[in-house]
């Protein structure tokens, strides 16, 4: 079955870096398109990061883009978001998303705490 799986989640200072992974299982990685997703307390789920089967493109919310970089390994079926110069404001749980027909599926999630 499918299965994805966040790690990395942590507690930071601003300014400061975590890189989490999401270790995917079940399906043929290099097919399928990934995203990373957040969701702070009380507010909607938004999507952060966004990447193609290939590798090739990347999208980013305006309000990562320049800190946050996403990519992937299709040889470990893993993708990863790198995040820099961390903000309080991006304090949230990180979800990833495999874009599989359908409904896709949704790790579990990883937190990440920016505070000092």
């Known amino acids: 079955q499918v299965q994805v799986v966040e790690s990395g989640g942590g507690l930071v200072q601003p300014g400061g870096s975590l890189r989490l992974s999401c270790a995917t299982s079940g399906f043929t990685f290099s097919n399928y398109a990934m995203s990373w997703h957040r969701q702070a307390p009380g507010k909607e789920r938004e999507m952060v990061a966004h990447?193609?089967?290939?590798?090739?493109?990347?999208m980013y919310a305006d309000s990562v883009k320049g800190r946050f970089t996403i990519s992937r390994d299709n040889r470990k079926n893993t993708v990863y978001l790198q995040m820099n110069n961390l903000k309080p404001e991006d304090t949230a749980v990180y979800y990833c998303?495999?874009?599989?027909?359908?409904?896709?599926?949704w790790g579990q999630g990883t937190q990440v705490t920016v505070s000092s």
């Open positions: 990447i193609i089967n290939t590798g090739s493109k990347t």
């Open positions: 998303f495999a874009r599989l027909p359908g409904p896709g599926y």
